[in-house]
C-alpha cells in the first residue's frame, strides 16, 4: 500500500512540474521575483532596480489579467510613498537619474487607481528633472557627484518616465528636450566604425576615465548600450505622433539596432559583456544586455520601428538566454545566471573605465536587473507569437456615439470610457493589447462612420451608445450611418457591437442598425449582482462554443438580452435568454452582446475571483474576430 501511495505521489509531483514547465518564462521568471523580492529590493531603499522589475511584472500583468501582478506592484511601491505623496529614502538634492526609473510605477499606480498619492509622488521626481543640472548643450547630469557626465544608463532612468508624464500633463515643450537628450548622446557617444555608443561621456574631459580629446570612456559596456535600445522604444510609446523630432527617434534605433546585429554571437545568440570583444581574454555573454537586446528588438519589431528580419535576431538572442542562462532548481523555481551585478566609472574606489575594470566586477544569479529585462524580453517574445495573424490590419473603435468627457489632472476635458488608453476600469487598455497581440493596429474613430473612413478599418467596435444623462450632446446612429456601416460589413468588415442595459444606453437608433443584421436588443436589464455575490452575474459557456474556445466560466453583470430573426443566430444562451448573437452579413460577420464587457474592470484580474476567466473569454473574442476578416480583404482596398 506504501508503494502505491509512493507511486501515487510521485505521479503528482511529475505532473505539477509539467504543469509548472507549461507556464511562459515571463510568469515563471515573474514567480522568481515575487519569491525573492517579496516586500521590496534587499537595499530597502528607492532605486532603479525596482522599476526594471516592477515594468516586467507590468507587462505580466497586462499579458495574463491575473490581478495578483498588479498587487505586487502596489505592495512594492506602497513600501515607499506615503499618504501625502512623499517618497522614503528618496533624496530629490541627490539630483541622481537613477531615481527617476521607479516614478513609470507611479504613473501606471495613478492612472489604474486614481490615487492622488501616486501623482504627488510621480511630481515629485518630475520637479527633480526640471532642476537636474545639465551640461551646456542640454544633456542631464548622470548624477550631481558626477558632474558633467552624461551616461547611457541615464537615458532609460529618466527618459521613458520624462516622456509618460509629459504626455499626460501636456507639456507638450518637454517632447523637444526629451529628444534631444538621444540626439545629443549618439552625437557624443556614438563609434562610426562600429555603431555602438560608449558607456559614458565627460564634456569637461578631466575624469581620468575619459579620453582626453572626446571625453568619452573606453569601451562599450553592454549593459549601457542595452539601457539606451530600451529607452528608445519605451520613449516612442508616448512621443507624440506628428512631433518632427520623432522621426530622428526612430532612425537613431535603426542605426543601433544594426551595431546590435552586427555583435550577436552567431552560435550563441548572445552578447558579450564588453560587446565588441567577444574573443578577448574573459569577456564572456551577459545576460542582462542579450535580454534587453532581446526586448528592444521584439518590440521595435512589433511596433513598425525596425523591419521583420530583426525578428529572428530577437528570436535567436532569446533562444540562447533561455539555453545558457536559464536554470530550474529543486523547487521548480526559475534562475537567471549570467548577470554582472554593476558596471560604472568614476566614484570611490575609482573605476577607470577599462576592460580589465569591466572584467572584474561579479556575475551573480538573480540580479534584480537581468531578472527584470528577462521578464521584459519574455514578455515581447511572447506577444510576437501571433503577430502575423492580423499584421497590417486595423481595429477602428468609436468614439463618437459613444463620446463621454471628464477633466483630467490638469483640468482639461477630455474623453473617456472605454477608451483604448484608459487604465481604469472604464477603459479598453486589455483588449487593445490583446488586439496588438495579434499585430492589430488599434484606432480611434472621432466622427461619424462613413464609406471612406471605414474603408481602413477590417474590425470596428461599437460600445454603449450615449444617451443624454452621459452626455448632453450625444449622437445618435441615423440612416446615412447604417448604410455606410452595412454596405462596409457586406464587403468584408467583423462589426462588434457591445451595448448595455436598459437605462444605460441607447437602444432605438442602434436597433435601427442591428436590424439589418437580424438582431435586436430587449430594452431589460438582468444579471444583477448584490455586493460581492459574484454568481449571480455567472455564465457558463458549452464546451463547443465557435466563439469562447478557452474561457468557461464569465461574469458578466446588468446586460440586456437579444432576439435574433435570420441572419443572426444565438452563439450564446443562458436561461433561456440570448446572451450573444453574431450574423453573417455578406462577405462580413457581425457580433452582438448587452454589455460592454471586456473592459479593464472585468479583465484586468483586480475585482473578479480568479475563477472567472473574461480575460480568456476577451483573449477568445479577439482571435475569433481576427479569423472573421476575409482573407482577400485587405487594407484601403
Not at 464569465?554 to 444562451?573: C, F, N, Q
Request: proline share 4%; hydrophobic share 40%; charged share 20%.
Amino acid at each position: 500500500m506504501r508503494k502505491i501511495i509512493y507511486i501515487f505521489l510521485l505521479l503528482m509531483i511529475g505532473i505539477c512540474a509539467v504543469q509548472a514547465q507549461e507556464k511562459p518564462l515571463s510568469q515563471r521568471m515573474a514567480a522568481t521575483a515575487m519569491t525573492l523580492w517579496k516586500d521590496t529590493l534587499p537595499s530597502g531603499k528607492w532605486t532603479y532596480d525596482h522599476g526594471v522589475i516592477l515594468k516586467g511584472i507590468e507587462g505580466v500583468w497586462m499579458q495574463t489579467g491575473d490581478g495578483q501582478y498588479f498587487k505586487y506592484i502596489q505592495h512594492c511601491m506602497d513600501q515607499f510613498v506615503t499618504a501625502d505623496g512623499n517618497i522614503k529614502t528618496y533624496k530629490a538634492e541627490d539630483y541622481n537619474l537613477d531615481n527617476i526609473l521607479c516614478g513609470r510605477n507611479l504613473l501606471t499606480l495613478y492612472k489604474v487607481t486614481g490615487s492622488e498619492k501616486y501623482y504627488k509622488a510621480a511630481t515629485l521626481l518630475r520637479r527633480q528633472l526640471k532642476e537636474q543640472p545639465r551640461v551646456t548643450e542640454g544633456g542631464f547630469w548622470h548624477k550631481k557627484r558626477y558632474p558633467n557626465q552624461m551616461w547611457l544608463d541615464g537615458l532609460y532612468m529618466a527618459e521613458p518616465f520624462y516622456t509618460e508624464y509629459a504626455a499626460m500633463v501636456h507639456d507638450d515643450a518637454a517632447f523637444d528636450d526629451i529628444a534631444n537628450q538621444f540626439i545629443l548622446m549618439e552625437k557624443q557617444a556614438r563609434d562610426p566604425k562600429t555603431g555602438l555608443l560608449y558607456h559614458a561621456w565627460d564634456q569637461s574631459h578631466q575624469e581620468r576615465w575619459a579620453d582626453s580629446k572626446t571625453g568619452l570612456s573606453k569601451n562599450f559596456w553592454g549593459r549601457a548600450d542595452g539601457w539606451y535600445a530600451m529607452a528608445l522604444v519605451d520613449v516612442l510609446d508616448n512621443f507624440p505622433a506628428q512631433h518632427p523630432k520623432r522621426a530622428q527617434l526612430v532612425a537613431i534605433l535603426q542605426r543601433l539596432a544594426v551595431a546590435i546585429k552586427k555583435y550577436q554571437d552567431p552560435q550563441s545568440g548572445l552578447w558579450y559583456q564588453i560587446l565588441d570583444k567577444a574573443s578577448a581574454k574573459g569577456n564572456y555573454p551577459e545576460a542582462s544586455v542579450s535580454s534587453m537586446f532581446v526586448y528592444a528588438l521584439a518590440k521595435g519589431v512589433r511596433k513598425g520601428y525596425l523591419p521583420a528580419a530583426y525578428l529572428s535576431i530577437a528570436q535567436h538572442g532569446y533562444k540562447g538566454i533561455v539555453s545558457n542562462m536559464i536554470e530550474s532548481d529543486a523547487n521548480g523555481q526559475v534562475n537567471l545566471n549570467g548577470t554582472v551585478s554593476v558596471g560604472g566609472l568614476g566614484g570611490k574606489p575609482y573605476r577607470d573605465g577599462t576592460y580589465e575594470y569591466y572584467l572584474s566586477e561579479k556575475v551573480i544569479p538573480n540580479d534584480p536587473k537581468g531578472v527584470g529585462a528577462f521578464i521584459l524580453a519574455s514578455v515581447e517574445v511572447e506577444r510576437i507569437t501571433h503577430v502575423d495573424t492580423g499584421k497590417g490590419k486595423v481595429v477602428l473603435l468609436d468614439s463618437y456615439f459613444n463620446n463621454e468627457h471628464k477633466t483630467d489632472v490638469t483640468g482639461k476635458v477630455m474623453p473617456f470610457h472605454y477608451k483604448w488608453d484608459e487604465l481604469p476600469n472604464s477603459g479598453f487598455s486589455f483588449m487593445g493589447h490583446l488586439f496588438n497581440n495579434y499585430g492589430i493596429s488599434t484606432q480611434t474613430l472621432n466622427e461619424a462612420p462613413t464609406a471612406l473612413n471605414l474603408k481602413k478599418a477590417d474590425i470596428y467596435i461599437i460600445v454603449d451608445p450615449d444617451i443624454p444623462k452621459e452626455n448632453p450632446d450625444a449622437k445618435y446612429i441615423e440612416t446615412p450611418h447604417i448604410k455606410a456601416i452595412s454596405e462596409w460589413v457586406k464587403a468584408g468588415g467583423v462589426l462588434l457591437i457591445l451595448n448595455n442595459d436598459t437605462g444605460n444606453a441607447e437602444f432605438k437608433h442602434l436597433n435601427s442598425l442591428m436590424a439589418k443584421f437580424g438582431i435586436q436588443f430587449n430594452e431589460d436589464s438582468r444579471n444583477h449582482v448584490q455586493g460581492t455575490q459574484f454568481e449571480q452575474a455567472a455564465i457558463s459557456i458549452p464546451t463547443d462554443n465557435a466563439i469562447f474556445k478557452t474561457a468557461k466560466k464569465v461574469y458578466v453583470k446588468e446586460i440586456s438580452t437579444l432576439k435574433v430573426t435570420a441572419p443572426a443566430k444565438a452563439s450564446l444562451t443562458d436561461k433561456g435568454d440570448v446572451i450573444i448573437a453574431t450574423a453573417k452579413y455578406g462577405k462580413g460577420t457581425v457580433f452582438a452582446v448587452g454589455d460592454p464587457w471586456f473592459y479593464n474592470e472585468y479583465v484586468d484580474g483586480r475585482k473578479l475571483p480568479a475563477e472567472y476567466q473574461n480575460y480568456q473569454a476577451a483573449t477568445d473574442l479577439v482571435q475569433w474576430a481576427v479569423k472573421q476578416i476575409p482573407v482577400t480583404k485587405k487594407n484601403n482596398e
